[in-house]
């Protein structure tokens, strides 16, 4: 849901008459004004509008408790757990009447939109993309040269898209263990993305290190070598279990960009899940050179 003034756009979250009793005291107000700006935590909040801090703790348990922000985190901070907190939306509605037929942007079908949550959620990106670094990094000292598959992908993720609140892009070694709690898009192999190597021992279909990375399905059992092979699986994530990770990734470069083509152009092939386990988004997809030209332009899905 949206709320749009002059051809701008905020995602909002539809309240009922109870839930809005939270916000009619100032001081409620002011935290959620707060709280749109930047996660935070009922001391830091206290500081900031110098009101006595047991006023912030009540007001935050009753937003949380009409489910207006949420607990994005805790941390320790001077020997104490500090519970940080974000908006659910930047934008609240209350409605009285239901709603009437308008131009409105496609939504994606009910497949496509069961794959993409919960990286997408009412057109408002909900993940953190994550590339390897260009700069020699991990044990193989290695250098990805996958980040520029993040803009194609980028783009195909924005046709689904109606809001971008911040920056979403990070390298591998810019990842710190708080960026880990979030849903992620892991694009690139464990070889050129320490996170990939982090979560590869999960996976359905992985990565076999003593087998130069040979790629191996723990579905069909089948083994592939091929350097232009790349996998696609979406998993709950093991940092977070209320999280899930989609990782887009080959064995060398080409496979990635396998990936990237098949995304693209076959991605209602994507959504239909592994050939031999149609519930489990698990996919191995082969590059192909079609014009003979020594770059991949097109895929095969293998299972």
């Not at 709320?3 to 995602?11: A, D, F, M, R, Y």
């Not at 003979?292 to 097109?298: R, S």
Request: proline share 5%; with cysteine; charged share 25%.
């Amino acid at each position: 849901m949206y709320v749009i003034q002059n051809n701008q756009s905020l995602p909002a979250k539809e309240l009922s008459p109870e839930q809005a009793k939270t916000l009619s005291s100032n001081l409620a107000q002011l935290i959620l004004k707060t709280l749109s700006e930047n996660q935070s935590y009922p001391k830091q909040i206290a500081k900031t509008l110098q009101v006595h801090e047991q006023k912030i703790y009540y007001h935050i348990r009753k937003l949380e408790k009409a489910n207006i922000i949420e607990q994005t985190e805790t941390k320790i901070i001077g020997g104490t757990p500090a519970h940080y907190y974000k908006l659910k939306q930047p934008a609240f509605i209350i409605k009285f009447k239901e709603f009437q037929t308008s131009q409105h942007l496609t939504e994606p079908k009910k497949e496509e939109k069961a794959f993409l949550e919960p990286f997408i959620e009412d057109g408002q990106l909900n993940a953190s993309i994550i590339v390897g670094s260009p700069d020699p990094h991990g044990p193989e000292k290695a250098r990805s040269r996958d980040g520029y598959y993040a803009i194609d992908l980028a783009l195909f993720l924005g046709s689904y898209l109606n809001y971008i609140p911040q920056l979403n892009v990070k390298l591998d070694t810019e990842t710190r263990q708080e960026d880990l709690q979030n849903n992620l898009i892991l694009i690139g192999g464990p070889v050129v993305n320490t996170i990939t190597e982090k979560i590869n021992s999960t996976l359905p279909i992985k990565f076999i290190k003593k087998e130069n990375w040979m790629v191996h399905s723990t579905i069909s059992k089948k083994e592939y070598r091929s350097d232009t092979i790349g996998i696609i699986t979406k998993i709950k994530s093991p940092f977070n279990p209320k999280k899930s990770i989609l990782l887009i990734a080959g064995k060398r470069n080409t496979g990635t960009r396998t990936c990237i083509i098949a995304f693209l152009k076959h991605f209602k092939e994507i959504i239909k899940g592994n050939k031999h386990q149609p519930k489990t988004f698990a996919k191995v997809i082969e590059g192909l050179d079609m014009n003979a030209d020594g770059i991949v332009d097109e895929v095969e899905f293998l299972e």
